[in-house]
């Protein structure tokens, strides 16, 4: 384990429990993502946030020249709000390992997910946890946020 994730841990050993855990990439934060990070925090004592570093955000197929915002711009914007404890990035597809360093009570995702999909869920199982799927708000993503703007500024992107 890298002095990075010691020094992390020891923090998150410091959190009041329940402990809650979502992950996600986080590229162009907006209002959805808010919701559902204070909805998670209200599940718990504490809130862990785990970001797709770039190479993970690229392998999750987000759409061309994604993630618009470096790894370390969006730990710092999530890192930021009041209702975020601790972010990890991590490198990986899921953040299985992440979940087992961090062992949370609560893993929350969006309802947009199946919890019988999500690996996840069987990991948090393994000791007693618990997964929640917490409801999006239609129509607020960052894929339709950047059709908004592109579609917005198609003049200027791609001349008559």
């Known amino acids: 384990m890298s002095g990075h994730y010691e020094a992390s841990l020891h923090r998150i050993e410091s959190l009041a429990?329940?402990?809650?855990?979502?992950?996600?990439?986080?590229?162009?934060l907006h209002a959805g993502h808010v919701h559902c990070l204070e909805e998670a925090r209200k599940l718990g004592e504490g809130l862990v946030v785990g970001v797709n570093s770039d190479a993970s955000a690229r392998r999750?197929?987000?759409?061309p020249g994604r993630p618009f915002n470096s790894e370390q711009h969006r730990c710092c914007v999530l890192a930021a709000l009041r209702c975020v404890d601790a972010v990890f990035m991590f490198d990986e597809n899921l953040p299985l390992g992440l979940l087992q360093l961090v062992r949370p009570d609560i893993y929350v995702k969006g309802n947009d997910y199946q919890l019988t999909a999500l690996a996840e869920a069987r990991v948090m199982a393994a000791w007693g946890g618990r997964t929640v799927?917490?409801?999006?708000?239609d129509g607020l993503s960052s894929s339709r946020l950047v059709d908004r703007i592109l579609g917005a500024h198609a003049d200027r992107?791609?001349?008559?």
């Open 17 to 28: 429990r329940p402990l809650v855990f979502t992950n996600g990439v986080f590229d162009l």
């Open 133 to 137: 799927l917490i409801p999006r708000h």
């Open 157 to 160: 992107l791609w001349p008559a």
């Open 60 to 63: 999750a197929n987000k759409g």
